[in-house]
Nanobody, 123 residues
């Protein structure tokens, strides 16, 4: 059974930092591009970042470029999102996905999803 679990969310002041973590099991980890998505109340799900299976290709939404960094450690089946210079507009539920496009940031139709971790940025 495939399982995707993310963690690391919390409450932080504007300008602060958080690091999200995601682990995936039950799949060939390095064969999957993995990424982060977020959804704020009343808004559509947004692709934040995606990284190819080998970590050589990355996608970032324009709104987070220069502030967020995606990385992975295939020896540990781990995915990370380092979020710096956080803004109130970053407030959302953040989801980890196994299966995304590192070219467009879109989730794959057959992606596996985590349960979400809440990120709240206060002004």
């Amino acid at each position: 059974q495939v399982q995707v679990v993310e963690s690391g969310g919390g409450l932080v002041q504007a300008g602060g930092s958080l690091r999200l973590s995601c682990t995936a099991s039950g799949l060939t980890f390095d064969a999957y591009a993995m990424g982060w998505f977020r959804q704020a109340p009343g808004k559509a799900r947004e692709g934040v970042s995606c990284i190819s299976g080998g970590g050589r290709i990355t996608y970032y939404a324009d709104s987070v470029k220069g502030r967020f960094t995606i990385s992975r450690d295939n020896t540990k089946n781990m995915l990370y999102l380092q979020m710096n210079s956080l803004k109130p507009g970053d407030t959302a539920m953040y989801y980890c996905a196994a299966g995304c496009s590192p070219l467009t940031g879109r989730g794959s139709s057959t992606a596996y999803w985590g349960q979400g971790t809440q990120v709240t940025v206060s002004s």
